[in-house]
């Protein structure tokens, strides 16, 4: 079964405008973490922002933003004031417990910012 | 610029033939990571080795071996090559897995088996 789900293959967004990429994942572990990396068209996978199951507050890095809902085992990446850079490839992953540090990735989302 | 070190950035080989890829972690990182992004696989952990010893294992195929030596570099090797194995293969690292959440990924590696 697919652990991590992204279900947006492309988006377009205007410059400045918001995004959100819709990541959900499956664990029956109540221990685990989750990641969101970009990957530009030069290929590097760069790390953006890291949820653990256990944090009680949304993370935030700049203008990343996670909407963790628990529950609903989602957690859905928000970019504020979309620039330019954006432009890329965006993957959630997830890493289950805590004797197994492998990530897992979703499928990835393309986004693609408007001028 | 992540830290991590991977060579060569490109490879072209034939079928049958064997590569090594290269990785250097972050100063400082005892973790490495091996990731395989295909087109139709997407991306897939394949093995984790910390401190020198393997930790993780993933779909990692037979032909595919690899290890960490004392001063922490890594290596990929990659046997007896498929034209299915043409992929960008990453290396990641990170400090103790336990107490790090993130792990850093060097620019990779494309191989393409023709």
């Known amino acids: 079964a697919q652990k991590i789900t992204q279900t947006q293959p492309g988006m377009f967004v205007q410059e400045k405008e918001a995004v959100t990429l819709d990541c959900t994942y499956d664990?029956?572990?109540?221990?685990?973490?989750l990641f969101w990396y970009k990957q530009p068209s030069s290929g590097e996978m760069i790390f953006l922002i890291y949820q653990g199951s256990y944090d009680q507050q949304n993370a935030t890095e700049g203008r990343y933003s996670l909407n963790f809902q628990k529950a609903r085992k989602s957690a859905n990446l928000v970019i504020s004031a979309s620039q330019l850079g954006d432009s890329a490839m965006y993957f959630c992953?997830?890493?289950?417990?805590?004797?197994?540090?492998?990530?897992?990735f979703g499928a990835g989302t393309t986004v693609t910012v408007r001028a | 610029d992540s830290g991590v070190t991977q060579t060569p950035k490109h490879l072209i080989t034939a079928t049958g033939q064997r590569v090594t890829l290269r990785c250097s972690p972050r100063?400082?990182?005892?973790?490495v990571y091996w990731y395989q992004q295909s087109l139709d696989q997407g991306l897939q952990f394949l093995i984790q080795?910390?401190?020198?010893?393997?930790?993780a294992k993933g779909n990692i195929l037979e032909r595919f071996s690899a290890q960490q030596f004392p001063d922490l570099h890594s290596e990929l090797n990659l046997s007896s090559l498929e034209l299915g194995d043409s992929a960008l293969y990453f290396c990641a690292s990170s400090v103790r897995p336990e107490t790090t959440h993130e792990q850093y990924f060097g620019p990779g590696t494309r191989l393409t088996v023709t």
């Open positions: 664990t029956s572990d109540p221990s685990y973490g």
């Open positions: 992953a997830m890493r289950e417990g805590l004797g197994d540090y492998k990530l897992s």
């Open positions: 080795y910390y401190n020198g010893e393997e930790r």
């Open positions: 100063s400082g990182d005892l973790s």
